[in-house]
């Protein structure tokens, strides 16, 4: 399966006073748009992620809000799937070219967090949770990743507080070398494991923060994407399911879902792990990262840690994670995450990532969770001449 990529937008991810949620998205569209040289027109259908806008900007029918903004009649679908609807949408718009109903595609993510308190996102966010089983017990989303931080440093002690922390000192490294970052400034373990306890054992600086912000994609099938000259194709598409609560899962020290997507989006692009030059992988909480490197086969369960003792993680390391500065950096406006990678993805296989550039990438990985792991969805992106 190839399908092509022919433009990429995104806006700076934080805290946007200047954008509503529809503004958001129509920046993103349009940049998209400009970088594909295309008009609206040429789009035959758009999917968009979205996970929180009926529960913090009390909007929904954002699939119709999508081809309104750009005065379109075509067919437009919201797609959720909690932090993975990114991917979600990404994947239908994937699909909807290899089945042949569409030949050029707009995909976007869209979120506005920062417009209502803290409270009220974290208890929207725990709808990506089981209610009967978590929310209504008390659990949040930093709680639930605190346990599975617990449960893996507890089975595996070589990850130590330092060398988790070591995650989110890599992803502000790298995101202060992105623009659109949320967060472009470096820190250190001290910063890290000194910061205000959020979920013991996550400080503050292990979390990803609340975020505003959008990204568009726009794809083709092979024939038109050769035709305009298009270097990036998604040539692997894997996906798949676990229980939404923690206390269903066969595992609480390997995320089954995130192994599953991996394999079998490897499976469908026909590479191994070997042929990766990079990913962008879910890092809500600095924890998520160890689990995500390792379901990408990265490393071996329970040895995720080597990545960081060895510091290999960085974009001039042998196994770059997170250039864009991962959720922790750039920021995680939920739904907009998963096209945002596919953004950064573009950016580095165009060799269009400045600062934060792998030199010679040719195949690079998205990885997006939804939830504590009810939802992983693997993305490959390859250069082709
Ligand atoms: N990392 C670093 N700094 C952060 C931060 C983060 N994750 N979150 C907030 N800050 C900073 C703010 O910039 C602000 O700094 P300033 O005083 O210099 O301006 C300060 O901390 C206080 O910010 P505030 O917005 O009041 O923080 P908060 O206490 O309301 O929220 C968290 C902090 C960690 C609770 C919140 O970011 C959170 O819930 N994150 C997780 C989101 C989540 O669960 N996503 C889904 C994952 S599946």
Same mark, same amino acid.
């Given at each position: 399966m190839k399908v092509g990529v022919l433009g990429i937008g995104i806006t700076k991810f934080?805290?946007?006073?200047?954008?509503? /949620?529809?503004e958001l998205l129509l920046d993103a569209q349009l940049r998209a748009l400009n970088d594909a040289k295309m008009e609206p027109k040429q789009i035959d259908a758009l999917y968009t992620g979205n996970m929180c806008a009926d529960s913090l900007s009390g909007q929904l029918h954002i699939g119709a809000m999508a081809a309104e903004n750009l005065n379109l009649d075509k067919p437009s679908i919201r797609v959720e799937g909690a932090c993975a609807s990114g991917s979600l949408a990404l994947r239908q718009g994937v699909h909807s070219i290899a089945s042949g109903d569409a030949d050029i595609v707009m995909v976007s993510g869209v979120e506005k967090m920062t417009d209502v308190s803290t409270e009220q996102v974290t208890t929207a966010l725990m709808g990506a949770g089981d209610e009967e089983l978590e929310g209504f017990n008390g659990l949040t989303f930093p709680g639930l990743y605190? /346990? #599975?931080?617990?449960? %893996?440093? $507890?089975? %595996?002690?070589?990850?130590?507080r330092e060398l988790l922390a070591e995650v989110s000192v890599k992803n502000h490294f790298h995101g202060a070398r992105n623009p659109y970052a949320q967060f472009q400034n470096e820190i250190n373990i001290d910063t890290v494991i000194n910061a205000t306890m959020v979920a013991d054992p996550l400080t503050l600086f292990d979390c990803s923060p609340i975020t505003d912000g959008a990204a568009s994609i726009? #794809?083709?099938?092979?024939?038109?994407?050769?035709? #305009?000259?298009?270097?990036? %194709?998604?040539?692997? +598409?894997? #996906?798949?399911?676990?229980? /939404? +609560? /923690?206390?269903?899962?066969?595992?609480?020290?390997?995320?089954?879902?995130? $192994?599953?997507? &991996?394999?079998?989006? %490897?499976?469908q692009a026909g590479i191994t792990v070997k042929d990766i030059n990079f990913a962008e992988v879910h890092d809500c909480f600095s924890i998520a990262e160890i689990y995500a490197v390792e379901a990408l086969g990265f490393a071996k369960e329970g040895e995720a840690y080597k990545l960081y003792k060895d510091k290999q993680t960085y974009f001039d390391g042998k196994n770059p994670i997170n250039t864009s500065g991962g959720l922790k950096a750039c920021g995680h406006p939920v739904a907009a995450t998963g096209v945002k990678q596919a953004v950064e993805a573009t950016m580095q296989l165009r060799g269009e990532a400045g600062l934060r550039q792998v030199k010679g990438a040719t195949t690079g990985v998205t990885y997006n969770?939804?939830? +504590?792991? &009810?939802?992983?969805?693997?993305h490959v992106f390859k250069k082709m001449k």
């Open positions: 934080g805290e946007i006073w200047e954008e509503g /949620l529809r605190a /346990l #599975l931080a617990k449960a %893996y440093m $507890h089975k %595996y002690p070589a990850l130590t726009i #794809l083709a099938s092979e024939a038109t994407a050769k035709k #305009l000259g298009t270097e990036v %194709y998604i040539t692997g +598409s894997g #996906l798949a399911n676990d229980s /939404l +609560s /923690l206390a269903r899962r066969k595992s609480l020290t390997r995320l089954d879902a995130g $192994h599953a997507a &991996a394999q079998r989006a %490897y499976k969770v939804g939830g +504590s792991g &009810a939802t992983a969805c693997v």
